[in-house]
C-alpha cells in the first residue's frame, strides 16, 4: 500500500503565478488535510477535505488560495498569484474514515510534502 | 483555540544518555489526543507516540515514553538510550477528539542534536 504521494515535491514560481500542489491520499483514505510549514516554525492546518466536500477551512487565507479533493483523482491545493511569504513546504496528510462506533483512533498519515520557493 | 507551547527550540543529548523534551497546552476540552512527531531533515513527519487524554497510563513506544499530567496540561517526550538516528526536530501536537476528523495543532518544535 504506497503511502500519501505528493507532487512535485519542489516547485518553483515567481511573483504573480499560480502554484497547484497535488496530493494523493493513501488507498482507502477519504479525509484530507492540508498543513503549510513556515521556515523555523511547526505545521499549521489550512483545510480539511472529505471527497467533494470543504469540512473546515478555518486555516486557509481567505485570498488566492483553495482547495479541492474531487470524487476522482488527487487533492489540490491552489495558490493564485503568489508572493514570497507564500514560500514554505507544504504537507498533506490523510486518514481513513472513522468506524461508526470504532474507538480506533484514525491515524493521519503526512505525505513527504512539497516545498514551494517563489522567486 | 487550542494553543501547543515547546518551551526548548534546541537540546542536546550525548549518544546513548537520556533527554526530556517538554510540552504543555491549553484546552477547554476533557477529551483529545497528544501526539510526538518526529521530522528528520528529509522532513518526513513520523509519528512516534500518541496519547488518548482519558488514559491515565503513560503511552510507552521502545526507546520513548511520555509523561501526561492531565491536570497541569504538560505532555514531555522523553527519549532513552538516545541514538544518533534520533537527531532531528521534534513536534508535539494536539488533536481534539472528534467522529469527523479533526485536525492537529502544533507547538514550533525542538531540534534534538545526539552527540557521539
Redesign the interface.
Known amino acids: 500500500n504506497a503511502g500519501v504521494m505528493q507532487n512535485p515535491r519542489h516547485l518553483v514560481r515567481r511573483r504573480g503565478q499560480e502554484a497547484r500542489l497535488r496530493c494523493s491520499p493513501m488507498k482507502g483514505h477519504s479525509?484530507v488535510?492540508w498543513?503549510r510549514q513556515l521556515p523555523?516554525?511547526?505545521?499549521?492546518?489550512m483545510v480539511?477535505l472529505q471527497k467533494e466536500n470543504i469540512?473546515?477551512e478555518s486555516?486557509m487565507p481567505k485570498e488566492r488560495f483553495s482547495a479541492e479533493f474531487p470524487k476522482e483523482g488527487p487533492s489540490i491545493l491552489r495558490i493564485q498569484q503568489v508572493v514570497r511569504g507564500d514560500s514554505a513546504?507544504y504537507?498533506c496528510?490523510s486518514?481513513p474514515p472513522?468506524v461508526a462506533g470504532s474507538l480506533t483512533?484514525?491515524?493521519?498519515f503526512?505525505g513527504?510534502?512539497t516545498?514551494l520557493t517563489v522567486l | 483555540a487550542q494553543t501547543?507551547t515547546q518551551s526548548q527550540p534546541e537540546m542536546s543529548v550525548q549518544e546513548a544518555e537520556t533527554v526530556t523534551l517538554s510540552c504543555t497546552y491549553d484546552t477547554s476540552e476533557s477529551d483529545y489526543?497528544l501526539f510526538w512527531y518526529k521530522q528528520p531533515p528529509?522532513?518526513?513527519?513520523?509519528?512516534v507516540i500518541?496519547q488518548?487524554a482519558y488514559k491515565q497510563q503513560n503511552a510507552t513506544e521502545n526507546r520513548f515514553s511520555v509523561n501526561f499530567q492531565k491536570a497541569a496540561k504538560s505532555f514531555s517526550l522523553k527519549i532513552s538510550d538516545s541514538q544518533l538516528g534520533d537527531a532531528a526536530m521534534y513536534?508535539c501536537a494536539y488533536r481534539r477528539d472528534s467522529?469527523?476528523?479533526?485536525?492537529?495543532?502544533?507547538?514550533?518544535?525542538t531540534s534534538l542534536l545526539v552527540t557521539p
Do not use: C, T, W
Request: aromatic letters at 22%; glycine letters at 12%.
Open positions: 479525509h488535510y498543513y523555523e516554525e511547526g505545521l499549521k492546518f480539511y469540512i473546515d486555516g513546504a504537507f496528510a486518514s472513522k483512533y484514525n491515524e493521519q503526512f513527504p510534502g516545498r | 501547543v489526543y528529509s522532513r518526513q513527519m513520523i509519528l500518541r488518548e513536534f467522529n469527523s476528523g479533526y485536525a492537529l495543532n502544533f507547538g514550533k518544535g
